[in-house]
């Protein structure tokens, strides 16, 4: 037995051991690249000055830029909610058979790294698409693919609050004489606003930080902060209008979270919701059932097109198919190495990456979930913050800051760290939860047996967490093969991922190149829709609409 006193000591010594791995790691790989961002951009000759940001807003491109970031994501916002709420209606009011599959399918499209979706709708919207139109380097092209790539958030997210909503509402109101649209108007519409407000900020916040899709569809006509970023480091080594700019973004990013966070405030309503079960009703008559299908069929073609043609592109062999272009993977091409070795990178890194989200994720958790106040809140801000942040910024922010003590900048760990950051914020979010749900007398029996920390966490915990870990972890996995804007900066060119040799290979001329470059995707979106089964397998109920 082991008395009062001692016990508290070890939760002292345990909580300190809990801090120091995570804030460390975030401390060096997070915050010191950030404030280094910040100090290459009013420092830039070692003094304080502001001609970096002068130089931003003198020079027509980057003003130009800047512009196209803010109308392009407000454009981008108010199209995918156009588009997308029918279906958020459909999926919250109408019961229908295989739901849950649509449900899942509609969610791919969010996960797919940009690359592939850029690549996706290079082959439907180009010269060699089946719709014999060529919308590359336009804005309607980068809109498209912007509304596909978001569409999943405004179904789940507003259907998520829609499904609750207790109909006995809008019926009230068509008794009375309202139409569908007033009732929608004057009803449904102020209910929704909470939702319809998440949906818009998260959707504004990924196309304002849109960079893959922008890159890839833009070409040179049009250009993103995030593509100035990399555009200024890379190919003109002007460290600090990058610094300026990504500090900008930061500010714009700052600002739509203090917005939404403002209007949650003043606009959340109190209201009796109603489950799931209890609202979802089969369509009647054929007006319901010719909405209820048609809306599926038109998501279906909308987000299945892109998908399949970039399929069918990777199995062109001049006028037939074949499976030429995987052949042709393991020679040496556009991306210095055989393309076929990206693969074996790209599973790598996101091993690594997986394992030290795990490890980093695991141990934040545990401080959030059983040492309670003031500490453990304020490090949950920061653990989110990294979500909040251009991975663009991050790997601009390694490159100028991890020169010291040591080098890592061309140390190939770099890769999987910075996926890390991102994917440390999902294990948290997925662990959490669970481990606030185990009693916490079962601890504290086997501490005052004499069990030591590490053994009460492996005995009792762990088996009650390990499903959230494995849900973590397919996260984890499938952010670390999609992520484009920090590798593009800190991969090395002998060793590239996949969404970087996908990028070299569009960006040369060739059939050759681009049938690989197709080929590359696709296996890139089967590696990921298989980790997202994954999550679906493991997952512990159900976690959330986003």
């Known amino acids: 037995m082991i008395s009062s006193g001692a016990l508290n000591r070890r939760r002292r010594i345990g909580k300190a051991a809990l801090i120091a791995v995570p804030f460390t790691f975030l401390g060096y790989f997070f915050l010191y690249p950030l404030v280094s961002v910040l100090g290459i951009s009013f420092f830039p000759d070692g003094e304080f000055s502001l ?24 454009a981008s916002t108010l199209l995918t909610l156009v588009v997308a709420m029918p279906a958020a209606y459909v999926f919250a009011r109408f019961s229908f058979p295989g739901k849950s599959f649509f449900r899942a399918a509609i969610t791919v499209p969010f996960v797919l790294p940009t690359v592939v979706v850029g690549a996706a709708y290079l082959a439907l919207l180009g010269p060699n698409g089946p719709l014999g139109i060529d919308l590359r380097q336009t804005v309607w092209a980068i809109l498209i693919a912007h509304i596909f790539y978001n569409y999943a958030v405004v179904v789940r997210t507003v259907g998520g609050l829609w499904a609750h909503l207790d109909p006995r509402l809008e019926e009230a109101a068509r008794m009375l004489g309202a139409g569908r649209w007033r009732t929608f108007r004057e009803v449904s519409l102020p209910l929704l606003r909470p939702a319809i407000a998440a949906a818009s900020s998260i959707v504004f916040l990924f196309t304002f930080t849109s960079f893959g899709v922008v890159l890839i569809l833009g070409g040179l006509s049009y250009s ?35 917005a939404y966070s403002r209007y949650q405030e003043r606009r959340s309503v109190e209201q009796q919701l109603r489950p799931v079960v209890e609202v979802a009703r089969r369509p009647r008559g054929r007006r319901e059932q010719g909405l209820v299908w048609g809306t599926l069929g038109f998501t ?26 995987y052949r042709s993977l393991a020679d040496a091409s556009a991306t210095l190495v055989p393309p076929v070795e990206a693969i074996g990178n790209s599973a790598l890194f996101a091993t690594t990456a997986t394992a030290i989200a795990l490890i980093v994720g695991i141990l934040a958790a545990v401080l959030i979930a059983y040492y309670r106040g003031a500490v453990s809140r ?26 010291t003590p040591i080098d890592l900048r061309t140390a190939p760990i770099l890769v999987p760290i910075a996926h890390s950051l991102v994917a440390i914020p999902f ?12 009693r916490t007398r079962l601890r504290e029996a086997g501490a005052v047996l004499g069990a030591p920390p590490a053994r009460v966490w492996r005995e009792i915990d762990l088996p009650l967490v390990f499903r959230a870990m494995l849900v973590g972890a397919g996260f984890a996995f499938a952010i670390s ?14 060793a590239p991922t996949l969404p970087i040799a996908i990028f070299r290979l569009l960006g040369r001329a060739g059939a050759a190149n681009f049938a690989q470059a197709m080929a590359l995707s696709t296996v890139l979106m089967v590696m990921t829709a298989a980790s997202i089964l994954a999550i679906e397998r493991f997952r512990v109920g159900e976690m959330g609409e986003f």
């Open 51 to 74: 001609s970096s940001f002068s130089t931003v807003l003198s020079r027509g491109s980057l003003r130009e830029a800047i512009w196209f970031t803010v109308w392009q994501a407000v």
């Open 224 to 258: 993103t902060i995030e593509v100035e970023i990399w555009r200024q480091t890379t190919a003109f080594l002007d460290l600090p209008v990058a610094g300026a700019l990504a500090v900008l973004q930061l500010v714009g990013i700052s600002a739509i979270l203090v």
């Open 300 to 325: 279906g073609l909308f987000l299945g097109t892109p998908l399949a043609v970039l399929v069918g592109q990777s199995l062109r062999v001049g006028g037939g198919y074949g499976f030429d272009a």
């Open 378 to 403: 304020w490090f949950d801000v920061v653990l989110m913050l990294p979500l909040g942040t251009s991975a663009v910024t991050i790997g601009f922010g390694f490159l100028i800051a991890l020169d």
């Open 427 to 438: 294990v948290v979010r997925t662990a959490v939860p669970v481990m606030r749900s185990v």
């Open 481 to 494: 093969l999609g992520e484009f804007g920090a590798t593009s900066f800190i991969a090395r060119p002998d």
